[in-house]
């Protein structure tokens, strides 16, 4: 959207599938014959199959508020949805830029324009208390809503959008629950998106909470029939409930997985953890598993503990903070989840351990042996390692 890749560079080539053998056909599927296995392509052409795969995917949801039609309300999901919205900010210049919701998909969009662009006057409303509500805790998202007002954007927590304005056609500002007016000559509408479905209903397969029901080897309730990636029902890892997670690096696993169960495997799928990390430009931010919030409505008890590192032996010059926080189960003592808030881009990658960890069911003794490589140039002293830091904490509060 900055300009900084192509298009062309984030998409696969079709070349990358003929020339592994995979025959591609761009058309729309408007039906599937289940009984004699059969697609029914909107040409009338028929394919037969023995095993089908849908990876509808999902769409951005657009808030049904009165003036979401307007010229100038964009949302972001694709490439041709980047492709719109350079051509409006090339062709129209705005300069007033509204971005509804605080996700991390706003945030890293808001902060890059800034960035390219100084002069843009850029506000976030976002209904809930704070940004990133659903990664971080709010003391970790206070000191993300910090660093974002110290580069210039303004936010706005606990705000509502209720009308989009317009003038011949084009936006002219938002107005919001509170009656205040906010001048805007483009709104980005980022508050999620809806798994693709409309396909896998019409030909009667069973529906779960959040898209396509299916099995732990992504089976549908056709056994001929998979599902994979933001169209099917995910369910969580720790909590085993339903959840809308959708994210590339589930999606791509499940990819995989589709292939393995294809081939003969028998590999389930573990459940989402929804990990991700965001860039914002000298501020990175990375979560895993369930924050204190999530944790407590889902029944557990959560303990955490919080530990400031950096990203360096501290004898070593530019060393620069970062923060973990981890959150235990006080009843099981198992890890739930992790947060990270770092300067340094390097250390946000621990997160994977945190899932890592998560995933192998360790509790809050396990992590406090827990033995990282140290290296004085890219990591602190081992002395210092936050991770068996903030189980040593956690421990401390959860024997008291």
Same mark, same amino acid.
């Given at each position: 959207?900055? %300009?900084?890749?192509? /298009? !062309?560079?984030?998409?696969? &080539? ?30 009338? !052409?028929?394919?037969? $199959? ?13 808030? &049904?508020?009165? #003036? ?34 605080? %996700? ?15 002069? $843009? ?7 809930? @208390? $704070?940004? +990133? ?19 210039? +954007? ?11 304005? %317009? ?11 509170? #009656? ?38 992504? !089976?549908?309730?056709? &056994? =001929? ?5 933001? *169209?099917?029902? =995910? ?38 953890? =929804?990990?991700?990390? *965001?860039?914002?430009? @000298? ?5 895993? #598993? ?8 889902? /029944? ?17 010059? @530019? ?27 390097? &250390? ?12 192998? #069911? ?15 140039? *890219? ?22």
């Amino acid at each position: 959207m900055a %300009g900084l890749v192509t /298009g !062309e560079s984030i998409v696969n &080539p079709d070349t990358k599938l003929t020339d592994a053998g995979v025959n591609t056909i761009i058309d729309r599927v408007t039906d599937v014959d289940r009984t004699n296995r059969k697609l029914i392509l909107s040409n009338g !052409e028929e394919l037969p $199959y023995d095993k089908l795969v849908l990876g509808t995917g999902s769409e951005p949801i657009m808030l &049904p508020v009165p #003036g979401n039609d307007l010229n100038g309300v964009f949302m972001l999901r694709s490439l041709r949805h980047v492709e719109a919205i350079r051509q409006f900010l090339s062709e129209r210049k705005p300069v007033k830029l509204v971005f509804v919701g605080a %996700g991390f998909v706003s945030l890293e969009i808001a902060v890059l324009l800034k960035r390219v662009a100084p002069d $843009y006057e850029i506000t976030i409303i976002e209904l809930l @208390d $704070y940004p +990133l509500f659903n990664m971080l805790d709010h003391e970790l998202a206070d000191r993300v809503g910090k660093h974002l007002e110290g580069r210039g +954007l303004k936010l706005k927590m606990n705000a509502r959008l209720t009308e989009i304005l %317009g003038r011949d056609g084009n936006v002219s500002g938002v107005k919001l629950d509170s #009656g205040e007016i906010i001048d805007a000559d483009m709104v980005f509408m980022n508050v999620g998106a809806a798994p693709n479905v409309q396909l896998a209903k019409e030909i009667g397969l069973e529906m779960g909470q959040f898209g396509i029901k299916v099995n732990e080897f992504l !089976e549908t309730s056709d &056994p =001929n029939i998979m599902a994979a990636g933001d *169209c099917a029902d =995910n369910r969580h890892f720790i909590t085993g409930k339903p959840n809308p997670g959708a994210l590339r690096g589930p999606a791509v696993i499940m990819g995989r997985l589709v292939a393995k169960r294809l081939a003969g495997h028998e590999i389930p799928f573990p459940g989402i953890l =929804n990990s991700c990390a *965001c860039s914002l430009i @000298d501020l990175n931010v990375a979560a895993t #598993g369930l924050n204190q919030q999530q944790a407590r409505d889902e /029944g557990f008890e959560p303990v955490s503990a919080m530990v400031d590192s950096r990203s360096k032996h501290g004898m070593i010059p @530019d060393v620069t903070p970062w923060t973990l926080k981890l959150i235990f189960d006080k009843k099981s003592e198992k890890l739930l989840g992790g947060q990270i808030v770092s300067t340094d881009i390097s &250390p946000v990658k621990e997160i994977d351990t945190i899932s890592a960890l998560i995933l192998g #069911g360790k509790t809050v003794e396990d992590l406090t042996v827990f033995m990282a490589a140290g290296n004085p140039d *890219c990591s602190s002293e081992p002395s210092l390692e936050p991770i068996a830091i903030a189980a040593e904490q956690a421990l401390q509060k959860l024997k008291n």
